[in-house]
């Protein structure tokens, strides 16, 4: 398996404009979850689905940030409008249906808002 | 707040020797507990894990411990490779749900030749 894609790899856009990060899980995987990496904060759970659902979107920063699943292979975390402290890098990751928490991440797509 | 602590930004060791990272946690409610390891320009991957019903859990040159009473856990390594050099995270999850984990902010482990 490919394991989980994640795109674009590097994003880079001004303050003000629609980012919008993708993601394809491994096949077979129930769970997907979307991460942010920064300095400050280490890695932050921002939502998860499971079967296609949003199950907890507690860690959401704010309502510039929304997620979607439209099917078992896509998921897309959507920033509308970017602000430069959303720079960051977010990690997609996805696990099959089982009570261990073993997640398999992609590489990451690294934002820098200007 | 944070809940799982990783107090040591970076670890530098020789090759042959052993590798110990430190996580402290808070939650009482954590009770399974993961290691990832982390290159450059690369996503985290998975190490090792435990149960809170252990207290220790090998994996070849990986085992870690779990010191409840104290709320924390390590990793040893042993012996280092220079290709161990990576950022380590720590991980927790429980109260019914391990699919939400809490990261510690990660060790850089350099292990030199």
């Known amino acids: 398996d490919a394991g989980v894609i994640q795109s674009p790899r590097h994003e880079v856009t001004e303050m003000g404009q629609e980012v919008t990060l993708r993601c394809k899980p491994i096949?077979?995987?129930?769970?997907l979850f979307w991460y942010r990496q920064t300095m400050m904060r280490g890695l932050e759970l921002l939502i998860y689905?499971?079967?296609?659902?949003?199950?907890?979107d507690s860690g959401m920063p704010e309502d510039r940030f929304s997620a979607k699943m439209p099917n078992a292979s896509f998921s897309t975390l959507k920033i509308q409008p970017s602000e430069p402290r959303d720079s960051a890098v977010y990690f997609c990751?996805?696990?099959?249906?089982?009570?261990?928490?073993?997640?398999?991440f992609g590489p990451g797509t690294r934002l820098t808002v200007t | 707040d944070q809940q799982v602590k990783q107090n040591s930004p970076s670890l530098s060791v020789q090759e042959g020797r052993i590798s110990i990272l430190n996580c402290d946690y808070t939650n009482s409610m954590f009770d399974y507990f993961l290691w990832y390891k982390k290159y450059p320009a690369e996503g985290p991957t998975f190490l090792i894990s435990i149960s809170s019903i252990k207290d220790k859990n090998e994996d070849g040159r990986f085992t870690v411990f779990l010191n409840k009473s104290a709320k924390h856990l390590s990793l040893h390594i042993v012996p280092s490779q220079p290709g161990d050099s990576a950022v380590y995270f720590c991980a927790a999850g429980g109260g019914g749900s391990n699919y939400k984990l809490t990261f510690g902010k990660g060790t850089l482990l350099t292990v030199n030749p």
């Open positions: 096949s077979g995987h129930d769970y």
């Open positions: 990751a996805s696990i099959p249906g089982s009570p261990l928490g073993e997640q398999y």
């Open positions: 689905f499971n079967n296609n659902v949003p199950i907890d």
